[in-house]
């Protein structure tokens, strides 16, 4: 697991946290379409994700299901870091997207590390800073304008200027312009492949629909 931990964290924490999460933390597998954490579950511990993706919903009094944000490697879930420090019970869901290896943090450790590992700290808050972001674009979306009709404009535009339909792009650049996460954007643009509207090649999106 320290080697995996290496891949992943290596840039962000410093030896001897690596050392400690691979001494506590419990590597987890889990296949697609797996709940990892329900709402109304205690929580014991967090996750760090190694590989794959984790999608995290909320729910309304109907059972009706809300899409916060996607999360991948790299990341962990702030929704669950909140219940972890509180003491409280989940109000998320999270599902594997796809499958998923994961390494999961005691809760306990949480606080300790906030204090000893200054790396750490500013995982977590940078982490904070990110869903929180990702929770006010669900929120524009959602009152103002459908992504998908903003990516499309968007790639229409660019197409305009250039004059070229051939769009050298990637997806992370296109996120980053939208103000938007590169996840919501590559499945929004297999979408649109799916429906005709372009075609995606690497880094080149070929616009069908001018």
Known sequence: MIEELKMHYGYLFEDELLQEINQCGLFKAVP?????????????????????????LREDEQGDELLLYFIEQGDT????????????KSEIRAIAETAATLIMVPVEKMGEW??????????????YHERTV???????TIAFLKMDERLLKYLKDKAMV???????????DIAQDLHTSRVVISRLLKKLENDGRLKLYRNQIHLLDL
């Not at 709402?39 to 760090?48: A, K, V």
């Not at 879930?77 to 409280?88: E, F, K, V």
């Not at 906030?114 to 982490?127: A, E, H, R, T, V």
């Open 134 to 140: 990702e929770l006010l674009e669900s929120i524009d």
């Open 32 to 56: 697609e379409g797996y709940t990892l954490m329900d709402i109304g579950q205690t929580i014991s511990h967090m996750p760090l994700l190694i590989s794959g993706a984790l999608k995290i």
């Open 77 to 88: 879930c702030t929704m669950s870091i909140s219940c972890c420090m509180g003491n409280s």
């Open 162 to 172: 250039n004059h070229n339909d051939m769009i050298a792009v990637t997806h992370q």
């Open 114 to 127: 906030m204090g000893k590992y200054k790396s750490w700290q500013n995982f977590i808050l940078q982490s």
